[in-house]
């Protein structure tokens, strides 16, 4: 299977440049005692859904990476027991014992592979997503959301500002969220299509991440 061409602006390995770029600048304003902070309106601290976020751009890249085109599951890798009791399954773990600067590095690794597969996948590759598997685009759609609405997470959680340019919300949009309610305000659009706003935080929200032949209607 290959992927259709795009018949609309959808997010590009660039897009997630951009936003791991800056969730990097918002994390190094955490304080190195503010990981164990619950995050805003999740059950995970702010170590955990670092972790997470960054466990999602590993396996995102790996799902994609794979010369041969595998769409019936992800990588069969083991996840280890969660670093502490109620933490969410991961196999990427920032090394407890470090700051916010190690929780900072291993967004910068994580987060660059998995900029640089979405940038040099073969046109048409896909890989697997239980939410449709996807191609570049799609897997780089899926890391913002993931990156950008965790980094929001933990970032209300200390009150630091954080927004993604409109444009890469609204690219986010046309690819992974069908139908989504436009304003003209592409972040607060993001917000409401990811149950982030008050209006929407207890509601169920998923995304569509399969090829189709054309996005944003």
Not at 7 to 29: E, K, N
Not at 161 to 182: K, S, W
Request: some cysteine.
């Amino acid at each position: 299977m290959t992927a259709p061409a795009s018949t609309s602006a959808t997010s590009t390995s660039a897009d997630l440049r951009a936003v791991v770029d800056a969730i990097m600048a918002g994390f190094a304003q955490v304080p190195d005692d503010g990981w164990a902070r619950p995050a805003h309106g999740l059950e995970w601290d702010c170590r955990d859904t670092a972790s997470h976020l960054m466990d999602d751009f590993a396996f995102y890249a790996m799902n994609l990476a794979s010369r041969e085109v595998h769409t019936d599951d992800y990588v069969p890798f083991l996840d280890p027991p969660p670093w502490q009791p109620g933490s969410p399954s991961s196999a990427l773990w920032p090394d407890p014992a470090g700051g916010t600067a190690t929780i900072v590095h291993c967004v910068d690794a994580a987060g660059g592979l998995l900029v640089a597969v979405t940038a040099t996948a073969p046109p048409g590759h896909i890989g697997y997503h239980g939410r449709g598997n996807a191609d570049a685009s799609g897997f780089a759609a899926m890391g913002i959301v993931e990156g950008a609405a965790h980094a929001w997470d933990v970032l209300t959680a200390h009150e630091i500002p954080f927004r993604v340019e409109d444009g890469v919300c609204e690219r986010v949009l046309n690819r992974l969220f069908p139908g989504a309610v436009r304003t003209g305000d592409g972040w607060q659009d993001f917000l409401t299509a990811t149950g982030r706003t008050e209006a929407t935080r207890n509601e169920k929200w998923t995304w569509d991440s399969s090829v189709r032949d054309s996005y944003g209607d």
